[in-house]
């Protein structure tokens, strides 16, 4: 009795088509949002609980850590 083993490239297709699924919404739902760089926010931002707490001190709605190395706080509003 042989054993079918899926190869790679079919793992690979599936867990592509699952990151995609996964990213685009967020995708179409962030092209709506203008977004400012934090005034107030100082330092490197880890946390965005913090981030979108200043932010909101700023008349933003939301706010997020955004980038790689450094991290800053972005602040995001409707267009």
């Known amino acids: 009795m042989a054993r079918s083993v899926p190869s790679f490239s079919t793992i690979f297709v599936i867990l ?3 990151v995609v699924t996964e990213v685009m919404p ?3 739902a962030e092209a709506n949002n203008c977004k400012y760089e934090s ?3 100082h330092g490197v931002c880890l946390s965005d ?3 979108e707490s200043v932010c909101q001190t700023e008349g933003f709605p939301f ?3 955004d980038g790689v190395l450094p991290r800053t706080c972005v602040c995001k509003k409707p267009c």
């Open 16 to 18: 592509l088509l699952l």
């Open 26 to 28: 967020r995708m179409v």
């Open 39 to 41: 005034n107030k926010f």
């Open 49 to 51: 609980t913090n981030c």
């Open 63 to 65: 706010g997020k850590c």
